[in-house]
């Protein structure tokens, strides 16, 4: 067994001692005993050895919802790790520790559904190297401002789902200047919006926006997606780039935008569950890659137009609303596979 495990396995039974309840017991194979001393194969250990043998990257806590305790400071040893994840423990309302800062060779870092509190510590932002971020979920964490996360610029991916970022009134201008976001999902934080004053400088590096239930009104948002998302003008359904715009369980008013029409490379939109008016536009019929559109439970009315009949890579569609005319009987065209 290499050194380097050896260490991690003294740091891990450190992190022992702050475990309270073990509702699993998975703690009773960690120990120094000689059949236990490989802390990789300890249960709820994963674990992922570099390929020189002599560093640990990757440290997964698991089954889920097994351990509650609390949050140790050891982890501030394993100065090696690329992965961290620790969703959906129990962290008995701790606040997420800032030492993870400085743990700054991650590149994943995932404390998902795990009972934290408080505000998300600014020390994150150390973490230059990091690609994924996952802090959904919890059920109190909440940030003043979102300017930390303005220094993640190898970050892809990022969901604070469920986190109260009501004050964060600049989450558009730093998740716009990502340069290579792609991902961005934050549903249920509360958030505000104000119509930016330009898009320059902005990336379009994003290819899926998640933003449901947060009580948006000004459908000007829809200008912030048509400049800030990866769009290809031609669609090859090769190369497609699958973007995805989710702002369901809002309250965005007026119409939808015609401007939708140009987006080629779309594969699934969800407006549902707004106040949008006005009538469905033709240019969706534009949209070959659309595979998903869901359009319900808003105040549309008029007809459906015809130009979904012949949109054959479209098997969702759900356009139920109370006046839009042949909204539940709009299947007799025969394009899609399946309907709802």
């Given at each position: 067994?290499?050194?380097?495990?050896?260490?991690?396995?003294?740091?891990?039974?450190?992190?022992?001692?702050i475990i309270y309840i073990d509702n699993c017991g998975i703690l009773s194979s960690w120990g120094?005993?000689?059949?236990?001393?490989?802390?990789?194969?300890?249960?709820?250990?994963?674990?992922?050895?570099?390929?020189?043998?002599s560093t640990l990257a990757a440290l997964t806590i698991i089954p889920r919802f097994c351990?509650?305790?609390?949050?140790?400071?050891?982890?501030?040893?394993?100065?090696?790790?690329?992965?961290l994840d620790l969703s959906f423990n129990h962290f008995q309302g701790q606040t997420i520790p800032s030492f993870l800062g400085y743990l700054t060779n991650l590149r994943h870092l995932k404390l998902s559904n795990a009972a934290f509190v408080g505000e998300i510590p600014?020390?994150?932002?150390?973490?230059?190297?990091?690609?994924?971020?996952?802090?959904?979920?919890?059920?109190?964490?909440?940030?003043?401002?979102?300017?930390?996360?303005?220094?993640?610029?190898?970050?892809?991916?990022?969901?604070l789902s469920g986190s109260d970022l009501s004050k964060a009134a600049d989450w558009v201008e730093i998740v716009s200047k990502l340069p290579v976001l792609r991902v961005l999902t934050l549903d249920d934080c509360k958030l505000s919006w104000t119509k930016p004053s330009s898009f320059f400088n902005y990336s379009n590096s994003l290819h899926i926006i998640k933003l449901?239930?947060?009580?948006?009104?000004?459908?000007?948002?829809?200008?912030?997606?048509?400049?800030?998302?990866?769009?290809?003008?031609?669609?090859?359904?090769?190369?497609s780039l699958n973007v995805q715009l989710d702002l369901s369980n809002n309250h965005l008013q007026g119409s939808i935008p015609s401007e939708f029409g140009n987006l080629h490379s779309v594969s699934c939109l969800n407006l549902s569950n707004n106040q949008l008016e006005g009538f469905i536009p033709k240019e969706f019929g534009y949209m070959k890659a659309l595979s998903h559109l869901d359009l319900s439970?808003?105040?549309?009315?008029?007809?459906?137009p015809s130009a979904f009949a012949t949109m054959d890579s479209l098997p969702y569609l759900h356009l139920s609303n109370r006046d839009v005319i042949g909204a539940e009987q709009w299947w007799i065209y025969p394009a899609p596979a399946s309907t709802k």
């Open positions: 067994m290499s050194s380097a495990v050896s260490t991690k396995r003294d740091i891990l039974l450190r992190l022992e001692e120094r005993d000689e059949d236990t001393l490989d802390c990789c194969n300890w249960d709820g250990v994963s674990c992922n050895i570099m390929s020189s043998g351990l509650e305790g609390g949050s140790s400071p050891y982890l501030f040893e394993l100065s090696h790790l690329e992965s600014s020390q994150l932002g150390n973490l230059s190297n990091l690609i994924s971020l996952d802090l959904s979920y919890n059920s109190g964490i909440y940030a003043e401002n979102l300017s930390w996360v303005s220094r993640l610029t190898s970050l892809t991916e990022i969901d449901s239930g947060n009580g948006f009104s000004d459908s000007s948002i829809f200008q912030w997606f048509f400049n800030t998302c990866n769009i290809s003008e031609n669609h090859n359904p090769s190369t439970s808003n105040l549309l009315k008029g007809g459906v």
